[in-house]
């Protein structure tokens, strides 16, 4: 009685017609899954590397300023940032300037400005810089500009939508700092 579905059994256990479209049905999924996750990984990547780039050209740009900036100029910035990051969102920049007090061995706020909707720092605010802030001597002037880049990932695979940050931190090289049009030292909003 089992004879015979033993055979059967055995027959179709030697048999190897079909094998590769079986084995192409088990692989072919977790191929596209990997060949998509990687696809995400790189983008999210190459979009990082842009961002980064297109800060270091802002405070490139900054530091070589001599003349004092408004809040015009900053919107300027703005959209030179949004050009080079070519991103379907608008990316948000923070411009702040702080100086080295060597009597008090502190950063002081001299300036700043947000565009795309960021906020200014505030002198509240400046504990949250310190991090990013290197070894200064008394009276040294740095320019932080901050980016923020929403990145959209292409596919649910690998890398999710995320927020892109960048913080970089300059001197200005012509000028002995860079200035507030009005002059004014206070927190600007933006």
């Known amino acids: 009685m089992f004879r015979p579905l033993t055979a059967a059994l055995s027959r179709f256990g030697r048999r190897e017609h079909g094998g590769m479209s079986i ?29 980064i780039k297109a800060t270091h050209t802002i405070g490139d740009l900054l530091s070589r300023e001599t003349a004092p900036v408004d809040a015009a100029y900053m919107d300027g910035m703005d959209d030179v940032l949004n050009f080079l990051v070519r991103s379907p969102n608008p990316a948000r920049m923070r411009v702040t300037t702080v100086t080295y007090d060597g009597g008090d061995e502190a950063f002081e706020l001299g300036w700043s400005h947000g565009t795309g ?4 720092f505030t002198d509240a605010d400046l504990p949250l ?13 740095l320019i932080v500009v901050e980016t923020w880049v929403d990145y959209p990932a292409p596919f649910v695979m690998g890398l999710s939508s995320r927020v892109l940050t960048n913080v970089i931190v300059t001197r200005p090289r012509f000028a002995p700092q860079l200035k507030w049009a009005d002059g004014g030292s206070a927190a600007l909003t933006g």
């Open 23 to 51: 084995e192409s049905v088990l692989v072919l999924p977790m191929l596209a899954w990997a060949l998509l996750a990687c696809f995400s990984y790189f983008d999210g990547l190459r979009q990082a590397n842009v961002g």
């Open 117 to 120: 909707g960021a906020a200014a």
């Open 129 to 141: 810089l310190l991090p990013h802030l290197p070894q200064s001597a008394g009276g040294d002037t």
